[in-house]
């Protein structure tokens, strides 16, 4: 079906391939709590890349995984033809918890499910795609998508979490050497480098091979580090916040989705694009789960690009 | 004797009136620690200023203060006309430790000395000043300053501690109401407006009285927020931090330095003054006391300011 799309430029849109998870998450923040929701970084990213270009997700969901929730995919023109159904057991689930300020998270409990034996495969039509999208996985699987990949000028984009940092440091610095533009958070920086000053963090995550790098600082924005060069992007002024959960994979979803739309991936589209991350991950966190985002809509995202153009501006 | 001016405008420049403490520090961070440095509002933000416009410094040393600090105060062009001596005692002295990240300040110790008894006097010939910079003091104090005042278009901003926002409530509350610019930091902005959310503090400080007001959020920059708009700024990327003491007085400093540079104080204009208030802060973060806000040079202030405009450039 026909999404929603924001217009980003006049050429036609290529289409973005994302793999992650997709998993029912419980949440419990400051502002209350939810069980059973949608969620896990290829959900957030696949919605948030849809409203851009055409949208392929690659993950696992189980025997449990509801109608309904096959449906919110479809409604936003997710093309599913990569999303593998293991009928062995239950989808992927996280329960976690946000302390007073947000700052700090709590995993209560995970069960990989049918996440522990997940091997991504990309459909054969699929393979070509220039836009990918390596949401947070084990670096081995975000590996294996890569040499599945057949397009001479693929655009990767890697995110990632702290436990691969500690548990799986080898396979994610060789990842590093295959890949375009890291996206991660501050204290990720930090635990990669060792660097606690953020502007040396950045500056040695590009050494380790992403030409490209966005380190990520929540309600204070992002810096965009590239050759030669220094981008810092304020985060959108949200007064009202419900549940961060997915916030940094609407983001990159966002980034994706815009670049591929443009089909471009200089340093200037990449600054437009990180605009657009930030508008779409404001709607992720005004709800608990995908809700808000699903909602949220092409208008009221180039309203918000156009509010944070504004804030920018001398 | 001439400074080495920072080029704002063609016009000449306004002068501005500073008042605020000088004082003695001694302080210890995670890099070092340095005796009896001087310190205080009033000096950082009269550096600070004068490398812009014609700067009046209002404060008070005790029999103590050196005559080496007298002539850092001269080498920068600052008029110390209204810089009482009090013969009766030594000047103020602070003792603070910051701690592993810099984000949490101790103060270990607090002498008024002749602060104590300290009531500003402005200088008949300076009462028609309209640029005036109310540094952190006594709300009281700060009142008085304005009580003597007589341009009919001055421009007035003022910053000030937690502290004053504890024990003297109703009397900054009274300041707001006379100011045009409040400069705080992000928890002063909770502490005044009872709101988490910096968006909803600022307009929350707005509706107190300043029809402008600025939110600094240390290395995550500042929000500076007006009628009907918001304007986001990053922080100079510094590497190098050795001694945030004195930075909010820096900012301030060189923003209202540049605004009677250009003599405007439309949005526009504070916009710019920012840019300059983050470049200067940055120079005093890099080494302790005002060593290298004094050293800096208007060269270094201008290839600052060029890297702060590149770093939100679309």
């Given at each position: 079906m026909q999404m929603d799309r924001v217009k980003i430029s006049d050429s036609e849109p290529q289409p973005v391939l994302i793999v992650g998870s997709v998993g029912y998450d419980d949440i419990e923040t400051p502002y209350g709590k939810d069980e059973r929701i949608l969620g896990g970084s290829a959900s957030y990213a696949c919605l948030s890349s849809s409203y851009f270009a055409p949208t392929r997700m690659v993950a696992v969901v189980g025997n449990d995984f509801a109608d309904e929730d096959f449906k919110r995919l479809n409604s936003h023109g997710?093309?599913?033809?990569?999303l593998q159904v293991d009928k062995s057991g239950p989808t992927f689930t996280w329960s976690g918890k946000y302390l007073e300020n947000f700052n700090q998270r709590e995993t209560l409990d995970i069960q990989l499910n049918v996440f522990e034996n997940f091997k991504p495969v990309l459909p054969d039509d699929q393979k070509d795609t220039r836009y990918v999208l390596l949401g947070n996985i084990h670096p081995a699987l975000q590996a294996h998508v890569l040499d599945e990949l057949k397009a001479p000028d693929v655009f990767v984009a890697a995110d990632t979490i702290d436990l691969w940092l500690t548990i799986e440091r080898p396979a994610f610095l060789e990842l590093l050497k295959r890949i375009d533009l890291l996206v991660i958070n501050d204290s990720e920086s930090e635990l990669l480098?060792?660097?606690?000053?953020i502007i040396k963090a950045g500056a040695a995550c590009r050494a380790l091979g992403p030409d490209k790098v966005v380190v990520k600082k929540g309600e204070h924005g992002a810096y965009f580090f590239y050759e030669g060069g220094l981008f810092a992007l304020p985060a959108y002024p949200v007064t009202e916040l419900r549940d961060p959960t997915g916030a940094g994979d609407t983001f990159l979803g966002a980034v994706m989705g815009t670049l591929a739309a443009m089909d471009k991936r200089d340093v200037d589209s990449i600054k437009t694009a990180l605009l657009y991350g930030t508008a779409v991950a404001s709607l992720t966190v005004e709800a608990f789960s995908c809700h808000r985002l699903e909602s949220g809509g092409a208008e009221t995202i180039e309203t918000r690009v156009a509010e944070l153009r504004e804030m920018i501006s001398l």
């Amino acid at each position: 079906m026909q999404m929603d799309r924001v217009k980003i430029s006049d050429s036609e849109p290529q289409p973005v391939l994302i793999v992650g998870s997709v998993g029912y998450d419980d949440i419990e923040t400051p502002y209350g709590k939810d069980e059973r929701i949608l969620g896990g970084s290829a959900s957030y990213a696949c919605l948030s890349s849809s409203y851009f270009a055409p949208t392929r997700m690659v993950a696992v969901v189980g025997n449990d995984f509801a109608d309904e929730d096959f449906k919110r995919l479809n409604s936003h023109g997710i093309d599913i033809t990569g999303l593998q159904v293991d009928k062995s057991g239950p989808t992927f689930t996280w329960s976690g918890k946000y302390l007073e300020n947000f700052n700090q998270r709590e995993t209560l409990d995970i069960q990989l499910n049918v996440f522990e034996n997940f091997k991504p495969v990309l459909p054969d039509d699929q393979k070509d795609t220039r836009y990918v999208l390596l949401g947070n996985i084990h670096p081995a699987l975000q590996a294996h998508v890569l040499d599945e990949l057949k397009a001479p000028d693929v655009f990767v984009a890697a995110d990632t979490i702290d436990l691969w940092l500690t548990i799986e440091r080898p396979a994610f610095l060789e990842l590093l050497k295959r890949i375009d533009l890291l996206v991660i958070n501050d204290s990720e920086s930090e635990l990669l480098t060792g660097e606690s000053n953020i502007i040396k963090a950045g500056a040695a995550c590009r050494a380790l091979g992403p030409d490209k790098v966005v380190v990520k600082k929540g309600e204070h924005g992002a810096y965009f580090f590239y050759e030669g060069g220094l981008f810092a992007l304020p985060a959108y002024p949200v007064t009202e916040l419900r549940d961060p959960t997915g916030a940094g994979d609407t983001f990159l979803g966002a980034v994706m989705g815009t670049l591929a739309a443009m089909d471009k991936r200089d340093v200037d589209s990449i600054k437009t694009a990180l605009l657009y991350g930030t508008a779409v991950a404001s709607l992720t966190v005004e709800a608990f789960s995908c809700h808000r985002l699903e909602s949220g809509g092409a208008e009221t995202i180039e309203t918000r690009v156009a509010e944070l153009r504004e804030m920018i501006s001398l």
